[in-house]
């Protein structure tokens, strides 16, 4: 699947700035688990087009993007290369897959990206983000705590999860301890997954 599948604006030049990602993600999968290894066959879709296709829903107006548990940077880090007028603050704990992130931002030239080598709950307040996301991460209502204090701190706070098929089960659970709008999205990468973009949050 192309990138012009998502866009007819995405340049040769970003392509294959991706493709390099791609290449460095086989090379460093086989010292580091970046991702699952069962995905590596199909990994261009399952993990690059799954991220790239969040592009398309990324509201215009958002500037500062939080992406919770990048891992090995996914979405976070492909949008980055996706949209150089928007700042990415990837979050992740694990020092190795920071590692992997920074040569990829480096290599990429994402200089739009910055690295937070943190646990979510334990990193800076300072930044305050537009749109938080999260992929494959935790349940809804661990993402919505998880948000808490962004979302204390900006009313106007948006935030962008891709979800599996309980998507309806985690919208229910999260709705006992939260106030959202949200707005759904079919995946393109799979048949009973959707994208969620919530709004208005705050808790109840």
Wanted: with cysteine.
């Amino acid at each position: 699947m192309s990138l012009n599948n998502f866009s007819s604006d995405v340049s040769r030049e970003t392509e294959d700035r991706l493709k390099h990602y791609l290449r460095l993600l086989e090379k460093w999968q086989v010292k580091i688990n970046l991702v699952s290894p069962q995905t590596m066959g199909n990994a261009w879709e399952r993990h690059f087009v799954d991220s790239m296709q969040l592009s398309e829903v990324l509201p215009k107006d958002v500037k500062v993007v939080f992406d919770f548990g990048s891992g090995g940077g996914f979405p976070g880090l492909v949008l980055a290369i996706m949209n150089p007028d928007k700042e990415f603050h990837m979050v992740e704990s694990d020092q190795k897959k920071c590692t992997f992130m920074r040569t990829v931002s480096r290599e990429t030239r994402a200089e739009n990206a910055t690295i937070h080598n943190s646990r979510i709950e334990t990193v800076s307040r300072e930044t305050k983000p537009d749109l938080i996301m999260a992929r494959a991460l935790a349940s809804l209502n661990k993402l919505l705590e998880y948000s808490s204090d962004w979302i204390g701190m900006n009313p106007d706070l948006r935030l962008l999860f891709p979800k599996g098929e309980r998507y309806e089960e985690e919208i229910q659970e999260a709705k006992q301890c939260w106030n959202f709008s949200f707005e759904e999205v079919e995946s393109v990468t799979g048949g009973q997954s959707s994208i969620l973009i919530l709004s208005n949050v705050s808790s109840k």
